[in-house]
């Protein structure tokens, strides 16, 4: 622990310096700029960066993109709560009650709350990053195609809790995502699934074209379709981050730090999951579950605490066992791997003060965030007083640009228009959008992961459930879709209040 703490002061000392200083300010703007465009990700952004910092000493690169990467994630709450769109795929949670909260006048104290739970979010990350890199192996290891299958799966299934009173809904549209993954050539066998005979299909749904679809295109045309009422901004509405707010919901921030670093360091599942999943297990534990979707403080903070904590969570599998926990964190394993740093378990014997040092980056992003998201909300707010009718023109060419520069093909901006319109007419009929994005998301992981599982069994399903971890996770599979069962529902909760009352009895007794 000493010894921790002396790695990290020097790593700190070394950092203390005019250029990482400008380097990290330059670069963690940058990123908020970048998050704040609907369809450039975290994860363009660090490629892009990769590319023009490889001449750099290693220390100062990685200090940019690991600031590029902090400041985009965060920089996509701003047009969730000002826009209803999310700058990147992580922010997809902060619009359901950061943007209502806008439309009640409250732009400037959503985006204080989102401030809030970024940073407090990252600092418990970069906490747990320091303490958990060392030890992470054993635990990541132990997960396989069985476990990534049920983990997969049990995300999926929280779309009927995203969903709100109608859970079927969030289900269908779950299962909606998870057939849209399907679609094209698989990664395995290579047979095409679904493509109709259509070349491009053959790519697949691209992510991020969807996700533009469906949150970008959909709301223009919703404000076409029925004028939207503008987000106003009160003149007593603070812009700063309200001591209340935190003190209020100090659990929820607490759980969705240990979600959000719990979600990272699985392998492959990312900031997308651990905001959804924060904000499900939130409203699952609120008392106020009524004002979710409808401007809930605790929602908001929820999700934004949650996938700022799931970044430092990412980079630990990254750097302890080579296995990125996210896309964004793949690129900058690799980009660690440019620069001779060679992650996995032989880096805290042969370059020990490098994970020090990357906890040192990551602490100074997150407080260049802090100072940015602090001094860039009144510039910000100036969004909202564009009438959506010419900024949405504007947003529909960041849509157009942003679909097409992923992979430079024409087929991704169709995509995103087909998706958009769809999104837009199933909104209009009550089903949310929000879990066809999760299942998305998943879909690719419980596919991949269910057909491997499968190979390695040679068919055998036993694996799936005779594994510890995998019955595990079924029974939270199915023991969290039996609780939508009313009258399973009512059976578990006089259940628990007999054994609240039995424990009483017996304290007092």
């Known amino acids: 622990m ?85 700058g990147t795929a992580a922010n997809a949670a902060a619009c359901l009650d950061g943007h209502q909260l806008a439309r ?36 990541a290891l132990a997960f396989g195609a069985f476990e990534f299958f049920w983990l997969a799966l049990f995300g999926v299934m929280m779309s009927g ?25 698989d990664g395995i066998h290579a047979v095409n699934r679904f493509t109709f005979g259509i070349k491009d299909l053959e790519g697949g749904v691209s992510l991020i074209p969807a996700l533009i679809g469906a949150f970008g295109f959909s709301e223009i045309l919703t404000v076409l379709a029925e004028p939207a009422s503008r987000a106003t901004i009160n003149a007593v509405d603070s812009v700063l981050p309200r001591l209340r707010d935190v003190l209020v919901y100090w659990k929820t921030i607490l759980r969705s730090g240990v ?41 908001l903070i929820a999700a934004e605490t949650g996938d700022n904590a799931s970044i430092p969570g990412g980079i630990i599998p990254a750097l302890a066992l080579a ?28 370059q020990p003060q490098f994970v020090y040092d990357v906890v040192a980056m990551t602490l100074m992003a997150t407080l260049a965030m802090l100072f940015f998201g ?12 564009i009438p959506r009718v010419i900024i949405m023109p504007v947003i529909f060419v960041l849509c157009t640009v942003g679909s097409y520069a992923i992979a430079s093909r024409l ?71 039996l609780m939508y069962v009313p009258a399973f529902n009512r059976m578990v909760h006089a259940s628990w209040s007999r054994a609240k009352a039995l424990v009483r009895w017996r304290a007092v007794s």
């Open 2 to 86: 000493l010894d921790g703490l002396r790695m990290l002061g020097h790593s700190l000392l070394g950092f203390a310096s005019f250029w990482p200083l400008l380097y990290a300010l330059g670069a963690t703007l940058l990123g908020i700029l970048i998050g704040c465009m609907p369809g450039l990700s975290a994860t363009l952004a660090i490629a892009l960066l990769t590319t023009l910092t490889i001449k750099m000493p290693p220390n100062d690169a990685i200090l940019i993109l690991i600031c590029a990467y902090v400041g985009t994630i965060y920089g996509g709450s701003r047009t969730a709560i000002l826009l209803n769109i999310p």
């Open 104 to 139: 009640q006048g409250q732009a400037g104290r959503a985006m204080g709350i989102a401030t809030t739970g970024s940073v407090v979010g990252s600092l418990f990350g970069v906490v747990c990053l320091a303490l958990l890199t060392p030890t992470l192996g054993e635990v």
């Open 161 to 185: 809790s995203i969903a709100g009173s109608d859970p079927v809904k969030g289900w269908l549209m779950g299962f909606l995502g998870l057939f849209a993954t399907l679609i094209g050539q």
């Open 259 to 299: 979600i959000g670093v719990y979600v990272g360091i699985l392998p492959g599942v990312g900031e997308d999951m651990a905001a959804w999943s924060s904000y499900a297990a939130a409203r699952r534990a609120s008392k106020e579950k009524e004002k979710y979707g409808k401007g809930s403080v605790e929602g």
């Open 323 to 350: 296995i990125p926990g996210s896309a964004p964190s793949a690129v900058l394993m690799a980009a660690m791997i440019i620069h001779g740093v060679q992650p996995g378990p032989m880096l805290m014997v042969n």
């Open 374 to 385: 602090l001094f860039l909300v009144k510039p910000l707010l100036a969004i909202v007083r």
């Open 411 to 481: 087929f991704d901006v169709y995509l995103m228009l087909i998706i958009g319109v769809g999104a837009f007419f199933l909104r209009r009929h009550g089903y949310p959008i929000p879990p066809f994005v999760l299942g998305l998301v998943l879909g690719d992981i419980l596919d991949k992961s269910l057909r491997r599982g499968l190979t390695l069994s040679n068919g055998d399903f036993t694996p799936f459930l005779a594994r510890p971890i995998c019955a595990l996770l079924a029974f939270i599979t199915i023991f969290t879709m």
